[in-house]
């Protein structure tokens, strides 16, 4: 980035009150409110949100591929965590 | 045609002018604004403002009652026929001139569409409480920039300063 | 852990492209498909960005109220579809300023369709049938391609460029459906923009230097000449039906192949638009270089106006 480039923000966006906020996509900003602005003229054109975020994308913490294994691997075999490990005779869980 | 309705269709033209002058003013910057999250914002405004344009003028067409439609009213007239807020026809300029005009014009707007909302014209009053949410974000927008164009760089606190002298 | 050689991490590479995975901005990659990606991404939202130019040209002159909104929506959306696209880059690495930088001076390259001038209403039709149709072929198949945010933001696009598509499609249909004028300027338009709509796909397949790369790494999944094919299947159907020709002499279905054979692209014109000799270059490149320009101090007040303001609050 240059020294006059406006800081990155990351964008998300919740389509109805009731969803998850979901990644929508950056835009640049010098500040929160022009990045709130920004967001709102880029992302909610076509009446996709209800609510917003935005994030500092230089905020944003996530492993590095090179962790990935050691960070998620381990769930993988725990498939007594799902439901459906389970053995029920006849008993009705709906 | 009652005399009512020739005012209300005078006075719908009136309102429907000012926002399709300043509408196609805006439109004149797409694809030239100084970051492209801006232009995209602009234009936004643009579209906000013809549409409101376009409601007003169906209804002055409708009150006239000589079957002239928006496009009649828009592409058919004379120049000098034209009701606009003459603040809406001035030139662009620079980026502090087309804020300045727009901050301007958005909060005469603002306190216009306020008391428009309670006329007893049913259509005055819906288009009125439409287009005023649609201009509160007009206010807020144009606000953010007139305070960091004044308050940013010597340059651009002196080019607002010349904007406001000249609007 | 074990260390791997470059030559490992290759392959590991070229074994995950090869499966079918998705590459996501930390992930390793060869050098050479990040330089790749850059140019390509960045070519393509340059194109978007001059793409507002030959139709912002129109928007205060449409012809009713109605087409100036759509049109004004629609070159919008080139902005944003400029803004994901240059989003993507980042993620590799290189900033927005960067790739405007390199465009601005004239070392990237954009597409050359938009160094054709926009003469008449009906040329904006054109642009939205032909050219955006060849765009949403080229970018349907990009959306599957390997690199996760540019494929993510080609999804996007898409779904918006749909409209822009049928809107261009809608102004010719009408114009043909009017008085022998507008049919006339409805063909003339065809007649200008047709040849340099199958240019878009680039240089055709036994020419064309980055093609073998790109889908070797699956960022392009069809060559060239392939979606030009696809894109000339389906268009001239659609021509037929509004009653419009496309000017080529050697155009004709071939049963055999179930597709339409067509006359050679004259590739130097091809050429001399890439390399800067198209008619509205200049004028293109100014009208970019200008907007940057005159909008440095915008850019910089905002900027100023955000220092301050983290000074107080630290202050306070």
């Known amino acids: 980035m240059s020294a006059s480039e406006w800081p990155l923000w990351e964008v998300f966006t919740q389509r109805r009150a009731g969803l998850p906020f979901e990644h929508a996509g950056s835009v640049h900003a010098p500040d929160k409110e022009m990045a709130l602005q920004n967001a709102r003229d880029v992302y909610s054109r076509r009446g996709e949100a209800t609510c917003l975020w935005v994030v500092p994308a230089d905020c944003i913490v996530s492993p590095t591929p090179e962790e990935a294994g050691s960070f998620f691997d381990p769930s993988n075999d725990k498939i007594y965590r799902h439901p459906n490990f389970y053995k029920t005779p006849g008993a009705n869980f709906e | 045609m009652s005399e009512l309705n020739k005012n209300i269709a005078e006075y719908a033209l009136r309102i429907g002018d000012t926002s399709l002058i300043l509408g196609q ?11 492209l999250e ?39 007239r004379e120049a000098r026929t034209f009701k606009n807020r003459l603040m809406a026809e001035q030139p662009n300029g620079d980026y502090a001139q087309t804020m300045i005009r727009q901050l301007f014009l958005s909060v005469y707007q603002y306190y216009f569409y306020t008391e428009l909302m309670k006329s007893k014209d049913e259509t005055f009053a819906a288009l009125a409480e439409k287009s005023l949410k649609e201009v509160t974000y007009h206010v ?19 080019r607002t300063l010349e904007a406001v002298d000249t609007l | 852990m074990k260390i791997l050689s470059e030559e490992e991490l290759e392959l590991k590479f070229q074994e995950r492209i090869d499966k079918g995975e998705i590459i996501e ?93 926009t003469l008449t209403w009906a040329d904006i039709g054109a642009i939205g049938w032909l050219v955006d149709g060849a765009a949403i072929v080229n970018q349907t198949a990009l959306a599957k391609g390997s690199y996760g945010p540019y494929a993510r933001a080609m999804v996007r696009i898409c779904k918006e460029e749909n409209f822009h598509h049928k809107q261009g499609y809608e102004i010719l249909a009408t114009l043909m459906k009017g008085s022998k004028e507008q049919r006339e300027m409805a063909q003339d338009s ?27 790494w699956k ?17 001239i159907p659609q021509a037929e039906n509004i009653g419009l020709t496309v000017p080529d002499k050697d155009l004709k279905w071939d049963e055999e192949t179930r597709h339409y054979s067509h006359g050679e692209i004259n590739w130097v014109e091809f050429n001399n638009v890439i390399n800067g000799r198209g008619i509205c270059n200049k004028e293109r490149m100014k009208a970019r270089r200008d907007a940057h320009e005159n909008g440095a101090w915008v850019r910089e007040a905002a900027n100023a106006y955000a220092r301050k303001k983290a000074s107080k609050t630290k202050a306070a």
């Not at chain 3, 991404?41 to 009713?64: K, Y």
């Not at chain 3, 069809?222 to 389906?234: A, G, K, P, V």
């Open chain 3, 25 to 117: 901005p930390k992930d390793w990659m060869p050098e050479r498909y990040r330089k790749q990606l850059i140019r390509m991404m960045s070519q393509h939202a340059h194109s978007e960005i001059v793409g507002m130019l030959p139709e912002g040209n129109w928007i205060t002159r449409a012809p009713s109220l109605r087409r100036k909104a759509v049109l004004l929506a629609k070159v919008q959306d080139e902005a944003g579809h400029g803004l994901y696209i240059y989003s993507g880059t980042e993620t590799l690495g290189i900033s927005r300023d960067q790739v405007m930088g390199d465009f601005l001076t004239g070392k990237a390259k954009y597409s050359s369709i938009f160094n054709y001038p």
């Open chain 2, 25 to 35: 003013r805006l439109a004149e910057w797409c694809g030239h604004g100084p970051i």
């Open chain 2, 140 to 158: 807020r927008h144009s606000s953010e920039w007139t305070i960091r164009f004044g308050d940013g760089t010597e340059e651009s606190h002196v």
């Open chain 3, 190 to 216: 065809i007649n200008r923009f047709w040849w340099p709509s199958l240019m878009m796909f680039g240089p055709s397949d036994n020419n064309s230097p980055n093609s073998a790369e790109l889908i070797k």
């Open chain 3, 219 to 235: 960022v392009k999944k069809y060559s060239n000449d392939e979606l030009r094919q696809r894109f000339i299947d389906r268009t």
């Open chain 2, 38 to 76: 801006e232009d995209i914002a602009l234009t936004n405004i643009s579209l906000d403002l013809i549409g409101q344009s376009r409601a007003f003028l169906t209804y002055a067409g409708e009150k006239e009652g000589n079957g002239r439609s928006e496009d009649d009213l828009a592409f058919f």
